[in-house]
């Protein structure tokens, strides 16, 4: 079973998907279904949207505030989320903007949720980061 087969709902699942639990990456989805002749718009935008919503899930998990949720199935522990909150003081919501690097940008999400960041603000500045790192690779792949 090829991307073609789930086509938009795939490449919207894949980026809801890779911006939870599921460790893996969406950037590769986005490519495989452009070099399949999907259109760019369509993909910028279904998987901008799913990424972001998946984002926002992982804020709400952070904002129920469970910390030994966020330490068993996000591998994140409280020191962790200590030094993201100091960073988070610092710089404040820009973290937002960054929840689409690998790795940390779940571990920002959570921090956001839990430390109970502004929501519209959080949500706004992650679609801005998400957006522009998706049209940049659809750029690169297109």
Known sequence: MGLEEFGYLGLFIAGFLAATVMPFSS??????????????????IIITFGNWLGSLTTYGIGYIGNVEWIEKYFKISREKIEKIKRYLDKHGILLAFFVWVPILGDAFALSLGYFKVNFTATAIFMLIGKFFRYLLLTFLFN
Not at 28 to 43: E, Q, T, V
């Open 27 to 44: 950037e590769g989805l986005l490519a495989i279904a452009l070099l399949n002749g999907f259109d760019p718009f369509l993909c910028l």
